[in-house]
């Protein structure tokens, strides 16, 4: 996948990015772009290397002249295998805006061929928000957005609530 000249010019890259499974290798590059959002939920170490080691089929890898750039860690929920829940979604800073994180999406349900996407959002993510609507809208499909997470049900305190989006069904 090139990108293109106006994209390269505004964001500083001019790498090719390529997307492929992760390995547990890449468990820890995982860990590092999560925390460098500053905003996700960051997980153990040892989270990201299982999922690159038992989750791996069911995630993707994005990489910018062969260096992390990007991912998305998904599951099959056990009594649901049709559906793809996707778990955390991120791209670096410096290559945000150039259809990564989308295309991670379109490759991994292109892969599985799974027949709906699930996926919880705060509600003032709008990259987030627009990540999956615009996923929705090139596959001619519903986009159903529900509350599902309730501030109470976090431990603690200020997490924001999170709306489930139900993408689907996918031809
Ligand atoms: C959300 C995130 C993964 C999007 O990555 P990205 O590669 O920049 O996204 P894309 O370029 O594929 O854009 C997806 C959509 O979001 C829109 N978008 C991207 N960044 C945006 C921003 N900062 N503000 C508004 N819209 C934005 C794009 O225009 C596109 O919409 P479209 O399909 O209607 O044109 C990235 O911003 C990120 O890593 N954020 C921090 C972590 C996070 O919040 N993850 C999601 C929750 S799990």
Known sequence: M????EKRARQGT????SLRQPELRDGAALWRLAKDTGTLDLNSPYAYLMWCEHFAGTSVLAEVD?????FVTGFRPPARPEVLF???VAVADEHRGLGIAGRMLDALVERLGVRAVEATVTPSNTASRKLFRGFARRRGC???EEPHLEAEHFPGRGHEPEV????GPIQ
Not at 14 to 17: A, E, I, K, L
Request: aromatic share 8%.
């Open 14 to 17: 001019t790498g090719r990015v």
């Open 142 to 144: 519903a986009c159903r």
């Open 164 to 167: 489930l989006f139900h993408i």
């Open 66 to 70: 062969g260096g992390p750039a990007g």
């Open 86 to 88: 996707v778990w955390q």
């Open 2 to 5: 090139a990108i293109s000249s």
